[in-house]
């Protein structure tokens, strides 16, 4: 079956570092993306990543392993207004977007 | 219209009506979805369509049906509501079907309530 794992709740201080991982099993793979949603808005994409190695956003990161079926997200200098719901999603063989149930990330002052 | 829309915002619905909700994006994007979000489980998609004229069924399309008659609007239409229906419906479109253009962009969705 397809199935997509990240940890249900995380919290961070401002201005620290946080890492939220992922680990897919997909039929097929054709990327993995990872959105940002506030609580009660719509989820706006933040990365894209199909090839192994990792992706520099200015303070965001996304980092894949397709050998490992593994991808993680790396939020820098974290400030009040990243708290919100990030959400892991495979581009399965069918290019459908398989969705992890979300990770949400309480930021503290 | 900048981006994508939906309507209505919120609705409380009666078990066995039929509602119509409504979903229209005016960047030309050939491909649409359809997904509910329910709490502590992640977006599911109900029904897609890579291009106007086209339907394909999701993971849950059971008391749900669309159609693409051109490439703006994809309404998403429940024939006889029930309870469990009860849940957030988000449309989304992306240029493509496929790699990187499947970046999808979200309409603001629809808090559907059926009693």
């Known amino acids: 079956g397809q199935n997509i794992d990240q940890p249900t709740e995380m919290t961070a201080t401002e201005g620290a570092i946080v890492q939220i991982n992922c680990t897919y099993q997909?039929?097929?793979?054709?990327?993995l993306f990872w959105y940002q949603q506030h609580a009660g808005e719509a989820p706006t994409f933040l990365s894209y990543?199909?090839l192994d190695g990792l992706e520099e956003k200015g303070r965001f990161s996304s980092f894949l392993s397709r050998s490992k079926g593994y991808s993680y997200l790396l939020l820098k200098e974290l400030q009040m207004k990243d708290s919100a719901s990030y959400l892991c999603?495979?581009?399965?063989?069918?290019?459908?977007?398989?969705w992890g149930a979300g990770t949400k990330l309480i930021i503290k002052p | 219209i900048a981006g994508i829309t939906q309507a209505p915002t919120s609705q409380i619905l009666a078990a066995g009506r039929r509602m119509t909700l409504r979903c229209t994006q005016d960047?030309?994007?050939?491909?649409m979805y359809w997904y509910r979000q329910d709490l502590g489980l992640g977006l599911r998609l109900i029904h897609y369509?890579?291009?106007?004229?086209?339907?394909g069924k999701g993971e849950v399309p059971d008391g749900y049906s669309v159609s693409r008659a051109n490439t703006d609007d994809f309404p998403l239409t429940l024939a006889s509501a029930v309870p469990s229906q009860t849940s957030v419906y988000f449309c989304?479109?992306?240029?493509?079907?496929?790699?990187?253009?499947?970046?999808?962009?979200f309409g603001p969705g629809t808090r559907l309530t059926v009693l």
């Open positions: 960047m030309r994007h050939n491909a």
């Open positions: 989304a479109s992306s240029l493509l079907a496929g790699g990187t253009y499947n970046e999808q962009f």
């Open positions: 997909t039929s097929g793979f054709n990327g």
């Open positions: 990543n199909v």
């Open positions: 369509s890579n291009t106007a004229g086209t339907t």
């Open positions: 999603a495979s581009l399965d063989s069918n290019y459908q977007l398989i």
